[in-house]
């Protein structure tokens, strides 16, 4: 599912570790709706005008579009 146009950032990993199975699964297929189509998410706003917010299953992740280079950076996932 990794590929060169969805990064995801250091400080994923830990959020990463503390999902359930359950939960991972969600994400695995979250990242593979937001790889195929990143503007999918709602944009968000100030202060966090820029990055996106993708919802699945009771679990939030945020996101950026590099649009020069053409890929995705994941921020964050946690639950809401």
């Not at 195929?36 to 966090?48: R, S, Y």
Request: charged fraction near 30%; proline fraction near 4%; include cysteine.
């Amino acid at each position: 599912m990794w590929n060169d146009r969805l990064r995801i950032a250091e400080c994923v990993a830990q959020q990463w570790s503390a999902l359930s199975e359950s939960e991972r699964a969600a994400v695995r297929k979250a990242l593979e709706t937001i790889d195929d189509d990143p503007i999918i998410g709602a944009p968000l706003f100030d202060p966090l005008r820029g990055y996106w917010s993708f919802s699945i299953d009771g679990l939030r992740i945020i996101y950026r579009i590099v649009a020069d280079a053409r890929f995705v950076v994941i921020l964050s996932i946690t639950r809401r």
